[in-house]
């Protein structure tokens, strides 16, 4: 019963030690070629002095910012003899399988905390499939991940047309100014991702010490501080 029980232990660990492997060459090409979004500008598009073709057409041509959301669209026209007219509409951006991370406003050194992220699948299908988070200097470009946690990729499940979450907890480190949280979820064909940075806030304060510097006579007065 003994040696059973050890080959048991052996048989769990040995599957223990398979789940921390690194991911397949299949899987790392998806996330190296996921589409990771970094423009989340407010306004995607803006033009003060548009002219109609002879059929009264305006084509525009501009690239959309890449925010995941409902997006109002708005006019103002007019004619040289000062008629008005407005249109009004709205569009929504998408994608099949998106990220949503839920990061805070700043980090503070030495800090731990989760940080967690919305995969939304809008497909008609059940979806599995992993998401990993990366930490990357802003001042160099290097991968400083392993500073923040050992085991940055999770596995996640999404039914049909509904949300799932995921999450990591991270400590904080210290000496580093401002950080790019990278969070990328790759499934049965499907990718998304975002890029936002952060700042990371120290916990020294900056100290004023003030002392008092009398001169009562003429001559040279000397103080030590």
Do not use: C
């Amino acid at each position: 019963e003994e040696s059973s029980l050890i080959a048991a232990d052996a048989v769990a660990l040995n599957e223990a030690v398979e789940m921390e492997e690194e991911l397949s060459e299949e899987e790392a090409e998806a996330f190296d070629n996921a589409e990771v979004r970094t423009n989340f500008n407010e306004t995607a598009y803006f033009a003060s002095n548009l002219t109609t073709d002879q059929d009264g057409n305006i084509f525009i041509n501009f690239t959309m910012p890449e925010s995941m959301t409902r997006w109002n669209v708005m006019g103002l026209a007019h004619t040289k003899d000062m008629k008005i007219g407005d249109v009004s509409s709205s569009l929504v951006t998408q994608k099949n399988v998106s990220v949503t991370p839920n990061l805070p406003r700043f980090m503070r050194e030495g800090d731990e905390m989760y940080i967690s992220a919305k995969i939304a699948n809008l497909t008609e299908n059940t979806i599995s499939g992993k998401a990993k988070i990366e930490f990357i200097n802003t001042q160099n470009s290097e991968d400083i991940t392993d500073k923040f946690l050992k085991n940055n990729i999770v596995t996640f499940s999404a039914d049909a047309s509904r949300n799932t979450s995921v999450e990591w907890k991270i400590s904080v480190p210290k000496s580093i100014g401002a950080v790019a949280v990278r969070i990328v979820a790759i499934a049965e064909g499907h990718s998304d991702g975002e890029e936002k940075v952060l700042p990371i806030l120290t916990n020294r304060m900056m100290v004023t010490e003030t002392m008092p510097l009398p001169v009562r006579r003429a001559g040279t007065t000397k103080f030590s501080f």
